[in-house]
């Protein structure tokens, strides 16, 4: 009997002339997994089940009401307008996001234990990862055409386009965009030179993201840029892409053959450079990544969305680029927090710059919550709102992370009750400072009372996310109550209620102040009663905030 080779080192090459146990080894995995693939197939199948019911009770609905407001409304001219900015929109949306996907988990992610056992054995990685790879490349396309279909079915109920016209536009899109941000995800996590690239270049892409988000709002309401429209859809594969929608909705797309021509071309010469780079990933990141979501999937079981947002963000492993930058020190002691807060947003700027991303879709939907009426705008209303509490809730990490763990307040010369109440002051001030950045064009627009209503909003949110940072470990027992009811137990509910406690009271409390105000027609009396109730509830958040850290640390 001959000797059994030795493992192959991490990274070393393989060669076809080495001892290959390829074959047998899969073999092998292939019949011990086959009960497991089995169940997990049953799995899939019953949550896409869920969701297509869903989609299938509550898209009927949504379909009804678009197609009644583009029978007797402007919504599919305002759809028109905005299409070519919204196509890029989520074209570059899409890739960003599966770059940075890229540096964490990436397309070619391998369970634990074969990225742990089987790829130090001299097998072909090739052939080991290759099936991961085109797993995630058909997921990706299934999504993609299922987003095509969506899109071809709202051009049909707008009036834009018959439904075969719609599907053609739509289909190259759905189906080449989603192929092309896997292959760039692939070049991404096998380049570590690439990766670090895609970090420092995130926060310029998410000021471009913002920027074609603003032209879009601006397209809709009636206010179109031809030139710049132009410049888009000829500027790479999220325009290419885009060009066919658009000449199928009646828009300008004079090239749109060439363009198509052009992204079906990029497409697979893409995809066969990532097919073959795929075998580049390297053992030890393959490593960390497997662990990294089995820990993420781990706590996402047990409703820990915190411990996997940390997961995520240590393992993306982001550097601020003013993380030498100083403040000076306060003179008194009832500044530090403050001073501690504004160096944490300092060194990592990427925070506020999520946080000005998110305040301007806020604006964007309250724009367009104050042109609707009825159901429309209560509907806009509250996901503007939703919004401006990501926004606000994005510059309060550092409450967070001493609600997180309890040691971190050691250094704290207050009670840690009221340290936590003054984490609240650097999110409210900056997040009213973007709320009146992004109500001047309302101003201009002759609606000066954005300037007071949306910096106001930014205050209680602070508060609830202080809140929200206080509101201790999961309460995974509210989700099995044991109380039968005929809609079954409503644990879930129970549980849901408990966990967006504090975003739901200050949006709903929001909420129906902004419809008071829209119903007087923004008053002065109206918007003195708004501002008012933005006071009380944020002294009443904090107090909230200040009873449960007491109760969290046991004092």
């Known amino acids: 009997m001959s000797q059994a080779p030795p493992l192959v080192a991490d990274d070393a090459a393989w060669t076809a002339e080495d001892d290959d ?11 011990r997994r086959r009960r497991h693939r089995r169940q997990r197939h049953r799995d899939l199948a019953v949550v896409l089940y869920t969701v297509l019911l869903l989609a299938a009770g509550y898209g009927s609905t949504f379909v009804q009401h678009l197609h009644h407001d ?42 634990g234990p074969d990225a742990a056992w089987l790829l130090d054995q001299p097998v072909d ?47 190259p899109a759905g189906s080449c965009l989603p192929l092309l941000a896997v292959a760039l995800a692939t070049q991404v996590e096998s380049r570590p030179r690439l990766a670090r690239r895609v970090r420092a270049l995130t926060p310029y892409g998410v000021l471009l993201l913002m920027a074609v988000a603003g032209q879009t709002v601006w397209a809709w309401s009636g206010h179109r840029l031809p030139v710049v429209e132009q410049i888009e859809l000829w500027s790479g594969p999220w325009g290419w892409a885009a060009q066919p929608v658009v000449h199928t909705a009646g828009g300008s797309a004079p090239g749109h053959l060439a363009a198509l021509v052009l992204l079906v071309v990029l497409t697979a010469g893409a995809l066969t450079a990532a097919y073959r780079r795929v075998p580049a990933v390297r053992n030890a990141q393959l490593r960390t990544r497997a ?61 506020v710059g999520g946080a000005a991303l998110w305040t301007v879709l ?37 409450a967070r992370l001493e609600g997180d763990d309890l040691r971190r307040s050691a250094w704290s010369p207050f009670r840690f009750a009221t340290l936590m109440v003054q984490h609240a002051i650097v999110p409210a001030a900056l997040g009213a400072v973007l709320a009146l950045l992004a109500a001047v064009p309302f101003a201009f627009q002759g609606g000066a009372w954005a300037l007071v209503v949306m910096p106001l909003c930014a205050v209680p949110f602070a508060a609830a996310a202080v809140l929200s940072a206080v509101r201790g470990p999961v ?22 209620v408990w966990y967006v406690l504090a975003p739901l009271i200050s949006v709903t409390t929001l909420a129906i102040a902004v419809g008071s105000l829209l119903a007087h027609g923004f008053a002065a009396g109206a918007v003195a009663a708004f501002a008012l109730t933005s006071v009380l509830l944020t002294a009443a958040l904090l107090a909230l905030a200040y009873r449960r850290a007491a109760k969290l640390r046991g004092h």
């Open 125 to 171: 990685r090739g052939r080991v990862l290759r099936p991961w790879f085109r797993l995630t490349a058909g997921l990706a396309l299934l999504a993609g055409a299922l987003a095509a279909v969506a899109g071809a079915l709202l051009l049909r109920i707008t009036g834009l386009s018959p439904l075969g016209a719609a599907l053609a536009g739509c289909l």
């Open 475 to 496: 309460r995974t027992e509210l989700l099995f109550l044991g109380v039968p009811t005929p809609m079954g137990d409503p644990g879930f509910l129970v549980f849901l």
């Open 362 to 398: 806020a604006a964007a939907v309250a724009a367009l919550g104050v042109r609707a009426d009825g159901a429309a705008r209560t509907v806009a209303v509250v996901v503007a709102l939703v919004l401006g509490y990501v926004a606000v809730g994005a510059l309060a990490e550092p």
């Open 291 to 351: 662990a990294t979501a089995a820990t993420v999937s781990s706590v996402l079981w047990s409703v820990e969305l915190r411990a996997a947002k940390l997961a995520v963000s240590e393992a993306l492993g982001d550097r601020g680029a003013g993380a030498r930058r100083r403040l000076p020190m306060p003179r008194g002691r009832y500044l530090v927090v403050v001073w501690r807060d504004a160096v944490a947003l300092l060194r990592a700027p990427g925070r």
């Open 70 to 111: 583009a029978l007797h409304g402007d919504t599919g001219a305002a759809i028109g307008r905005a299409l070519p900015g919204a196509l890029v929109f989520l074209a570059l949306a899409a890739a960003l996001l599966a770059a940075r996907d890229a540096l964490w988990r990436g397309p070619v992610v391998v369970p």
């Open 21 to 31: 146990r390829t074959p047998e080894t899969l073999r092998w995995l292939r019949t």
